[in-house]
């Protein structure tokens, strides 16, 4: 078992202090991950030495910028166990991978009528472009409920199914709940059904493993700033025959293979996806982060965070007033969203900045979720590899104090 407490050096955020006397306590990376000195050290290496842009020149370093660039494709591609290097395409995020599945898969395929099925508890960037293809295209969005206890209904599932859904898109792991779906079960039955799938990822790649292979998903989508990487950069993962068949998604500079002034043929896979000068040392910066999660092993962060949040669960359920949202501890990732009564969640959330406990409070991006549970809002907190015990503690000491200041 890696040595969890040790790791925390390598992430020079964590050793700041709020303001003076006021070490911080980070439990908001569900929102974005702090970024090791690996991927810090990566993307500064790029800048001095390397810097040029990918795919065009001949010069050294164009050639260096281009090999260290696709030389990350190929670290993320392996992370997710994805066939080949090409059927990753780089976005600038989970929001865009979706919107580029909507934008080009879905609106070369869909028409009037079409159902699409998606669930109660997506983030607003796994429905939004959903709503907006309905708008245009008169294809109908059709929900899995989300149970009391912050589960899918299964039941209600198999019945979408048997509506034969073209598309099934849904969050593997909830941003809110914490809920880690049973992806592989809920893929195979859409492909039974006909349907393709689109895994939202953006929680789940970077805390548990993901095997592309094994889930037989058609699109995954994820994004670095989540999974220690830099911000600006995200993939998506694709079948091949789909991604081949689908058009372009922007048109420019790399994404085409001849342009004359009656048109143009689009380039090979990956590149057709990628307009213009892309996120280059951001790739880098991902790749390192690739390099160092695997390094730690997916298996035992996810057991570290499991284990974490079944402590902090405890801890917290015994706070007089807490309300908490979402499964028991074998259900979910590192995840907790709470209410605490007679205090609205924003209230919570600054009074925890003042004890140095950085935590998210609002809808988290997934509005119709908190619906569900009759919440305008909660407080967040969210683990991650470098979170311990001692931040558990002092969450719960944090909470004391807001009870303090609310009587
Ligand atoms: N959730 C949160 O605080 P982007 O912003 O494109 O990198 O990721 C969007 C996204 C998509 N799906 C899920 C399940 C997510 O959690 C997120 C991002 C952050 O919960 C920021 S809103």
Redesign the pocket.
Same mark, same amino acid.
């Given at each position: 078992m890696p040595n969890f407490t040790a790791l925390r050096e390598d992430f020079p955020t964590l050793a700041r202090e709020v303001r003076p006397g006021v070490p911080l306590t980070y439990l908001d990376s569900?929102?974005t991950a702090q970024k090791p000195r690996a991927v810090l050290e990566a993307m500064d290496a790029f800048y001095r030495r390397h810097n040029a842009n990918i795919h065009r020149g001949i010069h050294t370093l164009a050639e260096e910028a281009t090999a260290a660039y696709e030389g990350a494709r190929e670290k993320i591609a392996a992370f997710i166990n994805a066939p080949e290097a090409a059927q990753v395409i780089f976005t600038r @995020?989970?929001?865009?991978s979706i919107n580029l599945v909507a934008y080009t898969w879905a609106r070369a395929n869909l028409k009037a009528g079409d159902l699409i099925v998606l669930t109660e508890m997506e %983030?607003h *960037? @796994?429905l939004v472009p959903w709503q907006m293809l309905a708008a245009e295209r008169g294809v109908e969005l059709a929900f899995i409920p989300v149970t009391a206890e912050g589960l899918l209904d299964m039941a209600a599932y198999a019945r979408l199914l048997e509506r034969e859904p073209k598309l099934v898109a849904f969050?593997h792991?909830? @941003?809110v709940l914490g809920t880690i779906n049973p992806a592989g079960e809920m893929i195979a039955a859409a492909r039974a059904a006909g349907a393709i799938t689109l895994l939202?990822a953006?929680?789940s790649v970077p805390h548990l493993p993901v095997d592309v292979q094994a889930l037989e998903v058609d699109f995954l989508a994820f *994004?670095a %700033?989540?999974m220690l990487g830099p911000t600006g950069i995200?993939a998506l993962y694709g079948r091949r025959d789909l991604l081949e068949a689908m058009p372009p998604f922007l048109g420019g500079g790399d994404m085409i293979k001849r342009v004359d002034l009656d048109g143009f043929r689009a380039n090979d896979l990956p590149h057709k996806f990628e307009a213009g000068t892309p996120a280059i040392a951001e790739a880098v910066g991902f790749g390192a982060a690739v390099d160092y999660l695997r390094a730690v092993g997916m298996e035992a962060i996810l057991a570290h965070e499991q284990e974490l949040t079944a402590y902090a669960l405890e801890r917290l359920a015994a706070v007089p007033g807490v309300r908490i949202i979402g499964p028991r501890a074998e259900k979910r990732g590192g995840v907790i969203a709470f209410v605490l009564e007679g205090v609205h969640p924003h209230d919570v959330a600054q009074i925890l900045d003042g004890e140095g406990v950085a935590v998210?409070a609002g809808h %988290?991006?997934a509005q119709p979720l908190h619906l569900c549970f009759n919440l305008p809002a909660t407080t967040r907190a969210s683990f991650y590899l470098y979170n311990t015990r001692d931040d558990v503690e002092r969450l719960v000491k944090a909470l004391a104090k807001v009870k303090e200041i609310f009587g």
């Open positions: 569900t929102a @995020n989970t929001t865009e %983030h *960037s @796994n969050t792991m909830s @941003n939202d953006a929680q *994004s %700033h989540k995200g998210r %988290h991006c």
